[in-house]
């Protein structure tokens, strides 16, 4: 592979781009929209006092994994010289959707889960690649 086309990346951009993404899942989990029926389909004990051990490395690793999929969007913005919001709607939904709701769901039927976390986490990161998408397109 080239690696020219890391000197072509908008590091800001990405950066922004991912802080949007993690930001969307602290409202998408919050109790505002999902965080309850969320819980509810993965059994989670919320009275469990080892619940939230580890917590802060989870953010932070999520956050890092933000970051790996907003530098994979980037790279698609540059390789395929989208520019706009409409290109960034069209490449979010294209990625999220194919990639990141496909691997999720895959999984779920495996582990049995219910199609409300499909839906829960898969939307969520469809959402988040649109928005992360249309930041690069409309920034680059």
Same mark, same amino acid.
């Given at each position: 592979?080239?690696?020219?086309?890391?000197?072509?990346?908008?590091?800001?951009?990405?950066?922004?781009?991912?802080?949007?993404?993690?930001?969307?899942?602290?409202?998408?989990?919050?109790?505002?929209?999902?965080?309850?029926?969320?819980?509810?389909?993965?059994?989670?004990?919320?009275?469990?006092?080892?619940?939230?051990?580890?917590?802060?490395? #989870? %953010?932070? +690793? /999520?956050?890092?994994?933000?970051?790996?999929?907003?530098?994979?969007?980037?790279? @698609?913005?540059?390789? *395929?010289?989208?520019?706009?919001?409409?290109?960034?709607?069209?490449?979010?939904?294209?990625?999220?959707?194919?990639?990141? #709701? %496909?691997? +999720? /769901?895959?999984?779920?039927?495996?582990?049995?889960?219910?199609?409300?976390?499909? @839906?829960?986490?898969? *939307?969520?990161?469809?959402?988040?690649?649109?928005?992360?998408?249309?930041?690069?397109?409309?920034?680059?």
């Amino acid at each position: 592979m080239n690696s020219e086309i890391f000197s072509q990346i908008n590091w800001l951009a990405v950066l922004v781009a991912a802080v949007a993404y993690f930001i969307l899942g602290a409202l998408w989990y919050s109790n505002i929209l999902f965080a309850n029926m969320w819980i509810k389909a993965h059994g989670i004990d919320m009275n469990d006092p080892n619940g939230r051990k580890g917590l802060g490395m #989870m %953010m932070f +690793l /999520s956050f890092v994994g933000f970051f790996i999929v907003c530098i994979g969007l980037e790279m @698609l913005v540059v390789k *395929l010289d989208l520019s706009g919001y409409m290109s960034g709607i069209k490449l979010g939904l294209a990625t999220g959707v194919c990639f990141s #709701m %496909m691997a +999720l /769901s895959i999984t779920y039927l495996y582990t049995r889960k219910p199609i409300s976390l499909h @839906l829960i986490d898969g *939307l969520y990161h469809v959402i988040g690649q649109i928005i992360a998408a249309i930041i690069l397109c409309v920034w680059g």
